[in-house]
């Protein structure tokens, strides 16, 4: 059960929202930027590590031809990847 200790008042101050100010373009230009730098470093340190699981993958199975079939994938996709990432 729910208690209220007083009686509600309508309070006029809070039924208008603010305007919220956008940044000037300039600065936002600059922080997509600096997100873009993060995203693709992060898209390359996962590249790197897909590859290092793919080159486990094909110790484990015996063959980059074999993960691949299991993934679904060609083999020179797989062999790119591995070679691409791992070797750079």
């Known amino acids: 059960m729910l208690t209220i200790a007083g009686p509600l ?28 730098e993060q995203l693709e470093n992060q898209a390359e340190q996962a590249r790197k590590r897909r590859a290092e699981a793919l080159k486990e993958g094909a110790k484990e199975l015996g063959s980059i031809y074999k993960v691949a079939k299991h993934l679904g994938l060609s083999w020179t996709a797989v062999a790119n990847a591995i070679k691409k990432y791992l070797t750079e």
Not at 12 to 34: F, K, N, Q, S
Request: charge should be negative; charged fraction near 35%; glycine fraction near 8%.
């Open 9 to 36: 008042v309508y309070n006029p101050g809070c039924d208008t929202l603010g305007e919220v100010e956008t940044p000037p373009w300039r600065d936002r230009i600059r922080a997509e930027d600096e997100l873009l």
